[in-house]
């Protein structure tokens, strides 16, 4: 089975960074997309961010616009996302995802808590 392994969460207080990252394992053919969605508990999953393996197109949630940047390494389809200027509103599970072939795939997810 096709893992995403997650890491890099961890507690910050408002103002600080945190780099995430999510490296595929195992077989896994034809990544069009990876990116990173939230949740908090008893609340729908969100989008976070977005990008494309062809051309490193990413797209970003308005919420997160100006602080995050969401970013990939080429061979082994790892995907980062630097968490800028974080806000107590950002704490959050966060899941990597990837599209590969008309399939999804899920991290199993990374807490990050930031404290006022």
């Known amino acids: 089975q096709v893992q995403l392994v997650e890491s890099g969460g961890g507690l910050v207080q408002a103002g600080e960074s945190l780099r995430l990252s999510c490296r595929p394992s195992?077989?896994?053919?034809?990544?069009?997309?990876m990116g990173w969605y939230r949740q908090v508990p008893g609340k729908q999953r969100e989008l976070v961010a977005t990008i494309t393996t062809l051309g490193s197109i990413s797209n970003y949630a308005d919420s997160v616009k100006g602080r995050f940047t969401i970013s990939r390494e080429n061979v082994k389809n790892t995907v980062y996302l630097q968490m800028n200027s974080l806000k107590p509103e950002d704490t959050a599970v966060y899941y990597c995802?990837?599209?590969?072939?008309?399939?999804?795939?899920w991290g199993q997810g990374t807490q990050v808590t930031v404290s006022s």
């Open positions: 195992g077989s896994i053919f034809s990544i069009d997309a």
């Open positions: 995802k990837a599209n590969a072939g008309g399939r999804f795939f």
